[in-house]
Structure formats: C-alpha cells, structure tokens
C-alpha cells in the first residue's frame, strides 16, 4: 500500500484553487445570510398569531394610570383632508376590541355637509341610546355630546396648513376651477381667489373650513374659532405632532393599552409634492397673506403642543414607544404600498378623486394587521354590520 502525499497532488497553480475556495466560501455564506433573512421574513408564518400577540403586549410601556382614571367614551369631530381616516381607523378598531358601541352613519357621513336639528335622524338603525365612540364627519354642535355615555372626551385633529390647503386643493380638484396646478396657485393665491368670484370665495371659506365644520358662521375670525375650540374639546392634535397627541388621548381618555393608539397612516396620496426649504417658506407665506384664519389657528395649539412636550417627559417618552410598536406592527404585517384600486379588495378605498395608496399584507401576517389596513369604507360596513349584529343579540 502506498502512503499518499498531498504535497505531490497540489496541482501547479495553487493560487487559482485558493481564489476558487474563497468563492466558494463566499457562496456558503451568502446563502446562510439569504436563509436567515427568509427566516426572519416568514418569521409571523412559524409563530401562531396569539402568541405573536402576547410578545406585542410584553413590549408595551409600563404606564399605569392612575386609580381615579376612568375609561371615557370618545368623540372625534372628523375633519377633511387632516389626517382623519386614520384617526377613525384607530377608534374603530377600538371599539371593536373593547366591544364599544360606534356610531354608525345612513351614509358614509352624519347629515354632512347638511345642518341638522337632531343627530339621530342620521344614524344607522336601530339607534342606542347612548354610544361609546363617535369617528364620522358631521358639522359639529354641542348637543352631540347628549349622543355619548357619561363625560366624554372630545378631540379634533389639524394639519400643517400648507400641506393641508395642497392635499384640499388636489383631493377637491380645485385646479379645474382655476385652471391652474398648486404650485401655480401657490405662488400668487391672492390673485386666483379674487380674480375668480364664486369659486375663490368658496376654496378661501372651505380651506379655512374650520368655521364650517365646527357650526359656527363661515365668517368667523381666528379669536372666534379658537376660543370656541378650547371650550368644546379636550384635546386638538396636530398631525406634526400625531403621536404626542395620540398619547394625550391614550393617557387622558384612559384607555387600557397603547396598542388601542397603533396605526398605519391611511388614505395617503401614491405621490406627494415636495418642494425645497425656501420655496417651502415661500408659498407657506404666500398662503398665510391669503387666507391667514388657519394659519392662526393652527399656529396657537401648535405653541400649545410644544409647551405640553416641553414640560412632560412621560408623553415625549411614550410617544417614541408607540413610534417603536408602530414600526413593528408594520415590519410584521406589510409587505410593501401599492396603488389603490389596483385589486379591488377590501384594502382598496372606493372614492378615489386622486391618486391614492393602500397596503399589500405578508402572506401570514397577524390577524391585527387586516384592520389596521382597512380604509374607510370597509370599516364603515363592518361596523355597520357589527351594530345591526350586537343590537339583534341584545334583544
């Protein structure tokens, strides 16, 4: 038998096996890594969705209110082109956890844009007498406090004016009256809202749309609305600020978790304008010269947001807590946006007078995740159906 040696088996251009043991090598570990990262993408698949429930809950902050908080019933004036669909995706889902009593509408709204002597002729049969949640437009009125249970807590929404008055003009096709884009219009409001009458008396009214919506005359001032606003609502969010306010409605209204504030943002645009600092600071000054009643009300609860965050460290805190749970939530339901309408299904909103965006769930996301990524109209008809479902087993 003959001993083997390697050393005379070595063939001439050793160098060449050693660049080869390295690809190979490399190939090993990249097919590791991409092995790990489908691990880790199908993770929610390995793991039943109770259980992937229970490690959301392990990871919430230890916030415990006090003993005199009470759970209150919640009213949410709904106001256009704010960031208010996700507002009511957050207190539907609420409601539909805590099995809560939701107003439920005729229509899509209640009685809007029409006034109204009484409420409950715009509501859904059969009518409660008392409800724990109301989320729907409506033009608000002091008596639909009477609607809810016990002392409820009111809270409205506004958004960066200049962002507010781009998606209002978009959204409402306001360039077909005036036969110009935004960034046109931007640039010289003054001149398109006299030189065109009616319709710029209107766009000037229903931007501001703060007087409209809250029931006050349309010609109300900044002093008017506000003090009417500080009077009626507990809270005003800001949606440069949405999670701080979201935590001040977690925190003051007392609900029982923070997962009840989680949200994916909804009924977005598929593309968003975007303009540099200095132009941005332009056309914000064009507009404020032009139709300054939102602007002044909107700078007033900003400051008072600032102050509030300022001085409480408890809402600065838990706010970076729900942005955490937010990106988890998201990271284990989503699996990319995509144009809305596209598929039809219940994730696809059916008003759609722009360009909108809607979720594309993982394979086996959680079962939290489909609610989370309803629009509007499909969580108007499952509420509906639920209300009609739980007043039949009442009786």
């Not at 609420?94 to 715009?122: E, F, M, W």
């Not at 360009?355 to 489909?370: D, G, I, W």
Request: overall charge positive; hydrophobic content about 35%; glycine content about 4%.
């Amino acid at each position: 038998m003959h001993s083997i040696h390697f050393k005379n088996m070595l063939p001439i251009h050793f160098k060449s096996y050693k660049k080869l043991l390295i690809v190979i090598f490399a190939m090993a570990l990249s097919t590791t890594f991409l092995s790990m990262n489908a691990l880790l993408t199908h993770f929610h698949c390995l793991i039943p969705s109770d259980v992937l429930h229970s490690l959301h809950v392990r990871i919430l902050p230890s916030y415990i209110p006090k003993e005199t908080c009470i759970q209150r019933s919640i009213g949410f004036l709904k106001t256009h082109k704010t960031g208010s669909t996700t507002i009511f995706n957050i207190l539907s889902r609420y409601a539909d956890s805590h099995n809560l009593s939701i107003v439920t509408p005729k229509g899509v709204h209640l009685c809007y844009p029409r006034r109204y002597t009484n409420i409950r002729q715009c509501f859904q049969k059969p009518i409660l007498e008392k409800y724990d949640i109301l989320a729907n437009h409506v033009r608000y009125n002091p008596s639909l406090k009477n609607v809810l249970r016990g002392d409820s807590y009111w809270f409205t929404l506004l958004r960066d004016p200049l962002q507010f008055y781009n998606s209002r003009y978009e959204y409402f096709r306001f360039g077909r009256e005036f036969g110009v884009d935004f960034e046109k219009f931007v640039q010289n409001p003054k001149f398109y809202l006299q030189s065109s009458g009616k319709i710029g008396t209107e766009f000037a009214r229903g931007s501001n749309h703060l007087p409209d919506e809250l029931g006050l005359p349309k010609e109300s001032n900044s002093s008017t609305i506000i003090k009417f606003m500080d009077e009626q609502f507990d809270l005003v969010i800001l949606t440069d600020y949405f999670n701080e306010g979201l935590i001040q409605l977690f925190m003051e209204a007392c609900m029982p978790s923070l997962e009840d504030v989680t949200y994916f943002v909804q009924n977005s645009r598929a593309e968003h304008t975007t303009w540099n600092s200095s132009t941005t600071e332009r056309y914000r000054m064009n507009l404020r010269s032009a139709l300054p009643t939102y602007f002044e009300v909107y700078d007033y609860y900003r400051e008072k947001m600032k102050s509030k965050i300022a001085s409480d460290h408890v809402v600065k805190n838990l706010a970076r807590k729900l942005s955490d749970l937010n990106e988890q939530r998201y990271s284990a339901c989503i699996a990319g946006k995509r144009q809305a309408g596209e598929k039809n299904n219940e994730y696809d909103p059916k008003y759609q007078p722009v360009n909108l965006s809607t979720y594309e769930l993982k394979e086996c996301a959680p079962e939290y995740c489909r609610m989370m990524a309803w629009p509007e109209d499909t969580f108007n008809a499952y509420n509906k159906k639920q209300h009609s479902r739980k007043f039949v087993q009442a009786q």
